[in-house]
């Protein structure tokens, strides 16, 4: 699994003009899966998540975690982080999870962290979306389950 962290102050997703998430502070996840991942990256993920401390304390140093600080998650699918543009100028989707398979996690995953107690808004799996955010910091953190990077 792949996911771009975002701090964000605001985030919103759209599906054909329609709003039909947004949140207000806390952190605009885009989240990829790929063939290979399992349960294992779902608890991986979501712990690394809920703990990582991105947000600013009293002293204005990052030592707070979304948990901490009350906010809040707004997932949004995102087959393209494992595309594979090394080769040509068409990236290669092969890496990444069919969308059944994919569906399953990404599902999980919102799950994992509602259990974590962290509010939890999504975009809709397969979808056409607009995504619209105001990134606070800024502080954007990519993070691959298997730790490839």
Request: aromatic share 10%.
């Amino acid at each position: 699994m792949r996911a771009v962290l975002q701090r964000v102050s605001k985030a919103t997703v759209r599906v054909s003009d329609k709003e039909i998430a947004s949140i207000d502070h806390g952190i605009l996840i885009y989240l990829g899966v790929s063939r290979a991942d399992g349960q294992e990256d779902v608890a991986y993920l979501s712990e690394k998540i809920c703990n990582l401390r991105i947000f600013p304390d009293s002293d204005e140093k990052m030592n707070l975690s979304v948990k901490d600080v009350g906010g809040s998650v707004l997932i949004v699918s995102q087959f393209t982080l494992f595309a594979d543009a090394r080769k040509g100028r068409r990236p290669s989707y092969s890496d990444a999870a069919h969308p059944e398979y994919a569906r399953v996690f990404y599902f999980d995953f919102i799950s994992a962290l509602r259990d974590q107690g962290v509010p939890v808004s999504s975009g809709t799996f397969q979808a056409s979306m607009q995504v619209e955010y105001i990134n606070d910091g800024p502080i954007t953190i990519l993070l691959d389950s298997k730790k490839t990077f």
